[in-house]
């Protein structure tokens, strides 16, 4: 079993939002990703965990913490352990 750790980083604008040099450039990225509806620009970081068991795909996903990615690994291993 391969358990896969991955950091997105978010920007969230509101509607109308003009995208700016650095939004272009930054949404190249694999890591990044921007959507609209909120009611001013805000930052957020998503972290999580997948694995597949049996066909299955499994995940746990986190915003914004200070927990670290062997934490996040722990929290996997408790959740497959279950299984």
Avoid: C
Avoid at 28 to 46: F, K, L, P
């Amino acid at each position: 079993m391969i358990l896969s750790y991955y950091l997105t980083h978010y920007k969230s604008v509101p509607e109308g939002y003009e995208l700016t040099e650095e939004d272009k450039i930054n949404l190249e990225r694999d890591d990044y990703e921007m959507s609209t509806g909120s009611d001013e620009i805000e930052y957020y970081d998503v972290y999580s965990v997948h694995w597949d068991i049996k066909d299955l795909q499994y995940g746990l996903l986190v915003f914004d913490t200070e927990m670290t990615s062997e934490e996040l690994f722990e929290m996997a291993q408790e959740v497959i352990d279950v299984e």
